[in-house]
């Protein structure tokens, strides 16, 4: 029988699986695990890698939580010192403080830095060349003082942060092996919320929005530098030793700060440093350290308040020419030699370029213009030496003088930002002023003229040109129904002074007046009849006038002429009934004088006077004095003559050879 083949079935036949110790079960297992433990070095390089900046992130944290961290990076705490709240690291090379303070000094500036948030990103690879580079680096709510010390202290000490590090005076003697060190470089600075700049004198307060942002490099006992730098303000605050000086400043400024050593870090040396540019615009209060540019000009102290726009560029601490600001003031306060002045007007500088062609050795010059459209003011009182009108000044009708048109022009350099401009020349130019009342003019009269304002009004003109403490110019006097005693004699008349000033010297104070003239109209003596139709020339072919302690002083040769001598022998004869008879006699028509006049606190002199007319001549020397003159005097008319001899009350009347008495008295000290 033949055997049925056999059908194919659906399910697999069951196999039974290898033992476990199958010899080529074992060779696998044996090849797998030397691959492994030929990979592990590399796997855990991985992990250490992958690993190592988390931990190191941990153990910078860490440290810098502990007392530990807190003196490794105080360790020279003399120099820098910087303390926080609290630090985290949240990833690698990532830093957050909160309230944290840095702190420096050098020999001569100590600098302070507080910020309520700051972080940083720092590479760790740079750290191996002993570089602490930020590649970027962020803070909030940041104050920044930088101060002169003196002493180890703030040399301006009220309200300054206390930036009073150990040991300053020995400490900062570095020796030759500490000239290398650590680098700084700071990247990608990102500051909001910029709250105060304190820079010596100079603090700037900002508002929320205030921005910085830029980069620094700093080679620790090497150089310091900053680049391309950028502050932006919104209604920020400039303050100057104390005194705000601007007030609403919107704008920008760009610095950069060349290479420059740290040890020789001084405010001059830093601003010469410095390049930028700014433009803002702002309220200004006061004029501050602006100011100190008229102490070359001692006839000028200025103030200003209004509105103030400034285009200001700077190269290594030089003015950059076409900068310029300009200030539109409604309050002007000004001293102009001895008078207080109150206004409204404008106030321009600029910068030209130097004619030395940009030289290390050039001066850019700087020009201001002043124009003040209306003023008032008067005599600054003397218990106030050297003070300007106060801010509220408000002349409310009492002001001896009031007008328009006063114009300034002051020249002179500013060859660095680090010094004060110095304006060694000036223009000055009034031409429409009303005096008020003439008695304000008493103080520049000697005392021992006798004479004394009484009142009148006069309208002024005035054209000074300065170089240095010297100058040169002219001024106007136009008075009118001016009231005056001479002695003892009130007078009333109209007055015009033509004052050419040759030379001014402001060191002695001192005003040659050759070439001036006084014209008087309508001259009458209080309680003569005469008629008011009578008037005078005068000129000063050679004149001083100073200004002492004592007082002012005046000398000068004079020529001129008179209409008629009525006014001299109304004043000879006044109160001296014995004499009217001659008072017709002594009046002729066209008198020529000439003397020499010399007036000081305390008396004056007239020596040499002549007045001729046609069948008269007058000559006399007289002391004048608070009371009635003293002297020698010489009437002849025709061939009647009479001699005068007079001492305090008395008076002695030469009628025995008048002429030659009077000659033998005054002993040929005078010319014909």
């Known amino acids: 029988m033949t055997p049925k083949p056999t059908e194919p079935s659906d399910s697999p036949e069951p ?8 010899p080529g079960t074992q060779a696998g297992g044996r090849r797998g695990l030397v691959r492994l433990l030929r990979l592990s070095p590399w796997i855990a390089a ?4 992958v690993s190592l900046p988390w931990l190191f992130a941990f153990a910078t944290e860490k440290t810098l939580q502990s007392s530990f961290g ?73 104050s920044f003082a930088m101060l002169r010390l003196e002493g180890g ?23 030759a092996r500490e000239q290398s060190g650590w680098t700084i470089d700071l990247d990608g600075i990102a500051v909001e919320d910029l709250r105060r700049i304190w820079i010596d004198r100079e603090r700037l307060d900002t508002s929320p929005d205030a921005t910085f942002g830029g980069a620094m490099r700093f080679a620790l006992r090497r150089h310091v530098e900053i680049e391309a730098a950028r502050l932006e303000l919104h209604a920020a605050a400039l303050s100057e030793a104390g005194e705000e000086v601007l007030r609403e400043i919107d704008g920008s400024v760009e610095i950069d700060l060349a290479p420059m050593r740290p040890r020789e870090v001084d405010f001059e040396e830093l601003l010469r440093a410095l390049s930028g540019h700014a433009e803002f615009t702002a309220d200004i209060s006061s004029l501050g350290a602006l100011r100190r540019s008229f102490e070359t000009l001692r006839w000028l102290d200025l103030d200003a308040s209004g509105s103030l726009v400034v285009d200001l560029g700077l190269d290594r601490g030089t003015v950059r020419p076409g900068s310029h600001l300009a200030v539109e003031s409604p309050s002007v306060r000004a001293l102009l030699f001895d008078q207080q002045i109150v206004g409204a007007g404008t106030i321009a500088g600029r910068f030209e370029q130097s004619s030395a062609g940009g030289s290390a050795e050039s001066t850019n010059p700087v020009r201001v213009d002043i124009e003040l459209q209306r003023f008032a003011g008067g005599p600054r009182p003397p218990s106030e030496p050297g003070r300007l009108p106060a801010a509220d000044a408000d002349s409310g009708g009492r002001s001896a003088f009031e007008g328009g048109g006063l114009t300034a022009s002051l020249t002179g350099t500013w060859p660095r930002l680090s010094r004060v401009p110095q304006l060694a020349t000036g223009t000055l130019h009034l031409e429409d002023a009303r005096l008020n009342d003439v008695s304000a003019l008493q103080r520049y009269l000697p005392a021992g003229s006798g004479v004394v304002l009484r009142s009148g009004t006069a309208d002024l003109g005035v054209d000074l040109r300065f170089e240095g403490h010297r100058g040169s ?3 106007t006097l136009q008075g009118s129904a001016i009231r005056f005693r001479l002695q003892e004699v009130a007078m009333r008349g109209d007055l015009a002074l033509d004052l050419q000033l040759p030379e001014v010297d402001l060191d002695s104070a001192t005003l040659r ?60 004869l006044k109160k001296r009934r014995l004499l009217r008879p001659l008072e017709e006699l002594l009046t002729v028509e066209g008198l020529r004088i000439r003397g020499d006049l010399d007036v000081g606190a305390q008396r004056g002199r007239v020596e040499c006077f002549a007045a001729e007319a046609e069948n008269l001549e007058i000559q006399a020397d007289l002391t004048l004095g608070r009371g009635r003159p003293e002297g020698i005097a010489l009437f002849e008319y025709r061939r009647f003559a009479l001699g005068l001899e007079a001492e305090a009350s008395e008076r002695d009347w030469k009628l025995r050879r008048p002429r030659r008495w009077f000659e033998s008295r005054r002993q040929d000290r005078c010319p014909a």
């Open 15 to 22: 196999t039974e699986p290898p033992a476990e110790d199958s």
């Open 473 to 475: 110019g002219s001024a």
């Open 153 to 175: 202290r703030p040399a301006l000490a009220e309200g300054a942060p206390p930036i009073d590090l150990p040991a300053a005076g020995r400490a900062l003697q570095s020796s």
């Open 70 to 142: 807190e003196r490794l990076v105080n360790r020279r705490p003399d120099r820098f010192q910087m303390s926080w709240r609290s630090v985290a690291s949240p990833s690698p090379g990532r830093l957050r403080f909160e309230s944290v303070t840095l702190r420096g000094q050098t020999p001569r500036t100590g600098w302070q830095i507080e910020a309520e948030e700051l972080e940083a990103q720092v590479s760790l690879a740079a750290l191996l060349g002993r570089i602490f580079e930020c590649e970027w680096i962020r803070g909030r709510g940041v």
């Open 46 to 49: 991985l992990v250490v890698a």
């Open 513 to 572: 007046v050759n070439g001036s003239s006084l014209r008087v109209d309508g001259l009458q003596v209080e309680g003569s009849t005469r008629t008011a139709d009578w008037w005078s020339r005068a000129r000063a072919s050679r004149g001083t006038l100073r200004f002492r302690d004592s007082g002012p002083a005046f000398a000068a040769h004079f020529e001129g002429e008179m209409r008629d001598s009525r006014p001299l022998v109304a004043y000879y």
